[in-house]
């Protein structure tokens, strides 16, 4: 059974940057794609980046130029810097394997002035 756990998140100030992990256990192989999508209070949930393993990296414009992600075969990291109280969401994870799509649970990130 796959599943991906995320962590890293938390309360951080405007101005500042956080690394969010996910990962991935179970039966997959290195042909998968994980992307990360977020989820502000009272909005609908939205595409930060995606990133097929071995392939290029994509970002969403709201984020361009202040995230950078890190794969591994079962594992990618968001690095985002210069948060503003606009990134205040659940920061979801998912996984494209075999044609099915999985999604973690989600982590806070709360972003004050």
């Known amino acids: 059974q796959v599943q991906l756990v995320e962590s890293g998140g938390g309360l951080v100030q405007s101005g500042g940057s956080l690394t969010l992990s996910c990962a991935a256990s179970?039966?997959?192989?290195?042909?998968?794609?994980m992307s990360w999508h977020r989820q502000a209070p009272g909005k609908q949930r939205e595409f930060v980046a995606i990133?097929?393993?071995?392939?290029k990296t994509e970002y969403a414009d709201s984020v361009a130029g202040r995230v950078t992600i890190s794969r591994g075969i079962r594992t990618i990291q968001l690095r985002i810097h210069s948060l503003e109280p606009e990134d205040t969401a659940v920061y979801y994870c998912r996984l494209l394997h075999d044609g099915r799509f999985y999604w973690g649970q989600g982590t806070q990130v709360t972003v004050s002035d």
């Open positions: 990133s097929p393993f071995g392939g």
């Open positions: 179970g039966p997959i192989t290195a042909y998968n794609t």
